[in-house]
């Protein structure tokens, strides 16, 4: 019956029946609460190379973070008698300095974790040296002689390109069909060489995999199997914790807290989740958002388990999915297998979106609120409806015994990307949003 409601197309919520307790999930992890924090206090020690790199970051004093904002307004138009939910918040990545999407967080952390390691085997740097010598001519001549590469469906691409290049690296960074002109003209306005492919983005992955072992120079951000991209991304935890705490919004048994994250391969909301779930263990319950062409995380939780326990990989093509979508920072065919294997017992479920509900989205919260997104950064605003509205959802509130407490809860929609899309194309989103 899923796999059938999958290749129809129908929007649906999938809940994961191997979701465990917390007291057993994050034991058996090769990651802990140390990888986070060890991650985070990187990201401190960088801060003011950051800075350096970057005038947009001065409030900031180099660290790239999104604010939590309540959309009240957007509430009303995406639940009916919303206020028995909850309140609904959106994480604003879309808004994140240097790269515009959630990629700032796990691709600017890995640039920093290559050059580190660079800068640390040519005595240019010591454990707790001053970061911004790394802005240092003596540091950009080091870096010219490396490349940074990566393949991307746009915005990672973004992210890694525009921090390797600050920093003197060479920087390739292969695209996939699907990734916007205008990502790629940006890219190459700031010096980095773009590649495009004419397949997908696991094509544009793995090219970009094999030219960078022809290389020894050469460093390639694996955003298939990445452990510092994860762990980048995997520090929004902490900062969220932060924000909520300021906002006076409690997390507790009474209290749940609800995530709704777009996935692509999943480093990004895997990373996330991973963060959450170390934090507010049970009391979080993070759910995916996929388009209906593209669910390849579904896909792979759901299909690639078998009964013995073993794992195999499986795409949207092996269920007769096509892979398009306009949802250009979701457009991936097959999971992370990696990012699949941690959220086995961690996520709470995964949910696919029709394109055109992006686009509709995209207008209410821009008539709403008056946030400007890109439609990928969207497809969580379908998650609370599904909840409330499935009988899998439904059933997922009554086994974890929270219907009465829903108007305690805190609802986060994660909006992913979108303050760099330019004006005419954003245009085009908005109309296409009016009349679907
Ligand atoms: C990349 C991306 C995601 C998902 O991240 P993955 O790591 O690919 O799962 C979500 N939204 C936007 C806008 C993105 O660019």
Redesign the pocket.
Known sequence: MLLSALTEKSPLLWTNPKLAPQSESLPALSLQRSNIDDADQRLQRFAPLLQKCFPELEASQGIIESPLIPVPNLQTQLASNADEHGAFYLKA??SLPVAG???AR?GIYEVLVIAENIAFEHGLLTANGDTVLLASAKAKELFSQHTISVG?????GLSIGVMAAALGFQAVVHMSADAKDWKKERLRKRGVTVIEHVGD?ASAVAAGREDAEQNPLAHFVD?ENSLP?FLG?SVAALRLQQQLRDANITVDTEHPLFVY???????????ITFGLKQIFGDHVHCF?AEPVDSPC?LVQMALGDQESGETRPVSVYDIGLSNQTE????A?GA??LL?ADFMRTLVSGVFTVPDEDLFRYLYQLHQSEAIK??P??T?AFAGPGLLFGSADGQDYLARHDLQQRLPNATHIL?????SFVPDVEYQRFLQRGLYS
């Open positions: 990545d879309h999407s959630v990629k796990g991307s469906t746009g915005n990672l983005y955003d991209l991304y994250i777009p996935c692509g391969v999943g480093g990004a909301p895997g990373g995916f995380m949802a250009d920072g979701l991936v999971a992370s990012v997104v890109e990928s950064a497809a994660w909006t992913t990307g979108g």
